[in-house]
């Protein structure tokens, strides 16, 4: 949809939704925060406001409905999916895709996937505590 009459420029050259969602223990989707999900938008937020990306905006999201694939963003403009599961999981995406504008085709999510691929689950626990990489 269109306004022309509000014909401007967005506000965010990019917005970023960082799921935060909590399910209660032991549910069988799992759930954003019991896999770092807040925590690392707390360090996306941080990076993010000390590398001054001008025009970029992290928020907490309740949940996005990919919890198996967790913890997830989603860049706007792009509708860009990431999967990630630590710091230097963000610093990638911080440095090739809100500063150069490149994908992390790693941490990558496709619209029809609905499960981690073998590189996407290194450095990870898995449901069962044993480390899923």
């Known amino acids: 949809m269109h306004n022309d009459s509000l014909d401007q420029k967005p506000y ?22 019991e896999k770092g999900g807040v925590d690392l938008r707390n360090y996306l937020k941080s990076r993010v406001s000390e590398l001054k990306i001008d025009g970029a905006r992290v928020n907490m999201a309740g949940c ?12 706007y403009p792009e509708g ?14 911080t440095d090739k895709h809100l500063m150069h504008g490149e994908i ?10 609905k499960e981690l691929r073998a590189e996407q689950k290194t450095g990870r ?3 069962d505590g044993a480390a899923c990489g």
């Open 12 to 33: 965010f050259k990019r917005h970023i939704f960082c799921c935060g969602n909590e399910r209660p223990a032991g549910h069988p989707r799992g759930c954003c925060k």
């Open 64 to 75: 996005l409905d990919r919890c198996e694939l967790g913890a997830v963003m989603v860049i």
């Open 80 to 93: 860009v999916w990431y999967t990630y599961a630590s710091r230097e999981d963000i610093d990638e995406i």
């Open 104 to 113: 992390v085709e790693r941490l990558l999510l496709t619209n029809d996937q």
């Open 125 to 127: 626990t898995c449901d």
